[in-house]
């Protein structure tokens, strides 16, 4: 599996925003449909965006469309997550994914490969 590693993440005040980057490494990035996961405490593991291999398809969670974008570059082994309009409610650890298949979906245990995680906290 590709190994995944975070970064990005911080504090910022609501309404700011952020972008995490997710670099790869290990096998071929090109390889694998991307997502972005994020886990509150006490609450499970949710989806917020994906994306295919080479980015032709897109999916977004109700909570975070309009305002999340997710990109990739393959010639950089990185999956960004841009975060626009930022809620306190946004607060949570956030993840990236791998699945080695084309199309990419909405359930973790569909993705062998994850980061350790990057914390972000939305201040009200």
């Known amino acids: 599996q590709v190994q995944l590693l975070e970064s990005g993440g911080g504090l910022v005040q609501a309404g700011g925003s952020l972008r995490l980057s997710c670099v790869a490494s290990?096998?071929?990035?090109?390889?694998?449909?991307m997502a972005w996961f994020r886990q509150a405490p006490g609450k499970e593991r949710e989806f917020l965006a994906a994306?295919?291999?080479?980015?032709?398809?897109?999916d977004y969670s109700d909570s975070v469309k309009g305002r999340f974008t997710i990109s990739r570059d393959n010639a950089k082994n990185t999956v960004y997550l841009q975060m626009n309009s930022l809620k306190p409610e946004d607060t949570a650890v956030y993840y990236c994914?791998?699945?080695?298949?084309?199309?990419?979906?909405?359930?973790?245990?569909?993705?062998?490969?994850w980061g350790q995680g990057t914390q972000v906290t939305v201040s009200s």
């Open positions: 994306m295919s291999r080479m980015g032709g398809i897109t």
């Open positions: 994914a791998g699945r080695d298949r084309i199309i990419p979906t909405r359930i973790p245990a569909d993705f062998g490969s």
């Open positions: 290990g096998r071929t990035f090109s390889g694998y449909s």
